[in-house]
């Protein structure tokens, strides 16, 4: 714009004149200094000096001086720059130019027919004019470089301004006062703060950074007219669930998009900031306790360790990875048969920063030549065995995959566990295995009976130990994707029954509280996680729908099809003859039980070895009830 501009308001002619004054203005200047300044310090005695020039001399040869520079430049190609790119590039280009006129000048002052010409014509006055005028040219190009910017980036602010989404923010508090601060600063951020709201009384009436604050949220329709915005933004990071879903609720009623800050937990271990505004997610709908953990103790029994990992590249097992990546063990061993899996997990590890901790290993649990042969090299400290078959409607078609994998796999797993000498073994079992209904947590149960068991063998040095929790929201075998996969076709979502009810915790949740057992679990326990209180899948279903800015069996069905085959209406906390006490921490439970005796559990592996090769699934169910006497089988 600035060029533009110039070429306007002046022509060729007239920008060659002010160039040509421009010049012979610092050619004076170095006179100047060179010739007044130097006479001012000898007549102080300072300075013995010779006197050049008189100031007429220079001022006739001052333009035609300035006339030839100016050429040198243009036959540089100086003047066919344009301002606004003015580089390191053209100051060199700027800098020669000169340096060769000036070196032209201090040739010809031996040559007496050009001294004669430009009697001012001196080598001391040429060095000087020289730097003075590679200093001014290039000082001036740069600042008109700056004032260009300069205004580009007032021209963008304002456009910036004029085209960004008016958004209120709920929460005059800190983390809305940053917010406000961050989108006020950076224009491109799209959102213009216009308005706080907070339920706070006494914030009434004042400003945040010239923003009013205008009190509860309650009146939103009047101002929203008042300042036309469109969007609210809640910046409460420890706001209850139940006035998160009340604002969201009123904000959809009148029509605006809602967004949020993140959560306290995630601004406290430096995982966001607070400008990283998020859409609602469905664990931000969800009443979750906040989770408490002793990081120091956690960190104190990975660091230095070497840890393995089975089921590395699984939902679980890739979050038990990431979590104990960051705790410094001397080796994680990532123990994964998916191959496509084992690619996700490792490369996310290595984008995180992990990459030299790492040691990915294709091995099938149920190989024990291979799985020897891993323990025999690395001899790992802690296992946490996440590795099974999990999907309830797949495992009861087939269940003798489910005792192969679940339960065989794991005591085998064990054995050699406790043969290498490992310090702990955390077992991840499932709330279905609690009086089950179906195979896979019949399958995990049984994983529970013998590691309880075989924790009590008089040859076992090693800590064993169960976790059961419920549903992670994301995993890949949770019924969210699938819910999300429906909306995105249309519909309809697909519940079995209007009263089933599910625990539901985050992933990171769950593995942190996993972890956190494994610090005080003690051998031959199962603990449980506390899962807050269970959720309706439908209620699930109609929040999922919401968050995609639809309605719930207006925009989208939701369709009834009946419980499937060994699924529950709700899951239970504690099987029969089981009870529970406190653990230490206050989102664990310890259960009290009494175990299967270690004589007898080689007897039941070969019970199950047999059982899990037979053809016909119900004969496997029906084996499984005599030695898990709680399970509830589907017979078809």
């Known amino acids: 714009m600035i060029g533009k501009q110039f070429k306007k308001n002046y022509s060729p002619a007239r920008r060659f004149v002010v160039r040509t004054l421009f010049f012979g203005a610092a050619l004076y200047l170095a006179y100047f200094l060179s010739n007044e300044v130097a006479s001012w310090i000898a007549g102080k005695g300072t300075l013995a000096y010779t006197p050049i020039y008189p100031r007429s001399a220079v001022l006739l040869s001052a333009f035609p001086i300035a006339a030839v520079q100016l050429v040198g430049l243009a036959v540089c190609g100086i003047y066919t720059t344009l301002l606004r790119y003015f580089r390191i590039q053209e100051l060199l280009r700027h800098t020669t130019a000169l340096f060769v006129v000036a070196a032209g000048f201090f040739a010809a002052s031996y040559m ?40 580009k980036s007032e021209n963008e602010t304002r456009r ?36 706080f709201f907070d339920d706070e009384k006494a914030k009434e009436g004042f400003s945040l950074s010239d923003v009013p604050i205008v009190g509860r949220f309650e009146n939103v329709e009047y101002w929203k007219s008042v300042y036309g915005f469109t969007e609210l933004i809640i910046a409460i990071p420890a706001a209850k669930i139940t006035r998160v879903r009340e604002l969201r609720e009123q904000a959809i009623a009148a029509g605006l998009k809602v967004s949020l800050v993140p959560g306290t937990e995630e601004l406290s271990l430096g995982h966001a900031s607070v400008s990283a505004i998020r859409n609602f997610d469905l664990q931000d709908l969800l009443d979750r306790p906040p989770l408490n953990l002793n990081d120091e103790a956690i960190s104190e029994m990975i660091c230095g360790k070497t840890v393995l990992v089975t089921g590395a590249g699984g939902s679980i097992g890739s979050e038990i990875c990431r979590q104990v990546a960051r705790c410094a063990p001397a080796r994680l061993l990532l123990v994964e048969q ?59 078609r087939q269940p003798g995959e489910a005792l192969k994998n679940n339960s065989l796999g794991s ?85 079995t029954s209007a009263e089933i009810k599910r625990y539901f915790m985050t992933i990171p949740e769950a593995v942190g509280l996993v972890l956190q057992t494994a610090t005080i679990g003690k051998n031959g326990n199962i603990y449980v996680l506390d899962m807050g209180k269970p959720v309706k899948i439908i209620d699930v279903a109609r929040h999922l729908i919401r968050l995609s800015g639809l309605r719930p069996d207006i925009d989208i069905e939701i ?51 047999k059982i899990a090769r037979h053809p016909v699934r119900n004969e496997i169910k029906k084996a499984i009830k005599t030695v898990v006497p709680e399970y509830t089988p589907f017979l078809d």
Not at 352 to 368: E, S
Not at 389 to 395: D, G
Not at 459 to 480: D, H, K, P, Q, Y
Request: hydrophobic letters at 45%.
């Open 411 to 495: 005591i085998g797993l064990f054995e050699i566990v406790s043969k290498y000498g490992a310090e702990a073994c955390v077992l991840i079992s499932t709330d279905k295995a609690i009086n089950p209904t179906n195979a896979m947590g019949a399958s995990k149960r049984l994983a529970e009976i013998m590691l309880q068991s075989f924790a009590r063998t008089p040859e076992n040095r090693t800590r064993f130990m169960a976790v059961r929790f419920g549903n992670v929201l994301g995993s890949s075998g949770s019924v969210i994707p699938t819910f999300k996969k429906q909306i995105e076709k249309g519909g309809p979502l697909t519940v």
């Open 338 to 396: 998916c191959e496509v899996l084992m690619f996700q997990i490792e490369q996310d590890l290595i984008s995180l920063g992990f990459k030299d901790c790492i040691v990915p290993i294709i091995a099938d649990i149920l190989d024990v030549q291979r799985m020897e042969g891993v323990f025999d090299k690395y001899h790992p400290d802690i296992v946490f065995h996440a590795a099974a078959h999990k999907h309830v409607p797949l495992m009861e």
């Open 160 to 195: 910036s301004r004029r085209d960004a989404a008016r958004v209120a923010i709920f929460g005059a508090g800190d983390a809305g006062s940053e917010l406000c601060s961050v989108l006020l600063s950076r224009p491109s951020l799209g959102k213009l703060p216009v308005v």
């Open 559 to 609: 369709k009834i099809t009946g419980l499937r085959p060994g699924e529950k209406l709700f899951e239970e906390l504690k099987s029969t003859g089981e009870d529970y006490e406190p653990s230490g921490h206050p989102r664990i439970a310890r259960f009290k039980c009494e175990p299967l005796p270690p004589e007898k559990l080689g007897e039941l592996k070969d019970f199950l070895a």
């Open 112 to 151: 007496p027919s050009i001294a004669d010409l430009l009697p001012a014509l001196s080598r001391r006055l040429v060095c000087i004019d020289f730097v003075f005028a590679s200093v001014a040219v290039c000082a001036l190009r740069i600042a008109l470089r700056l004032l260009w910017e300069h205004k």
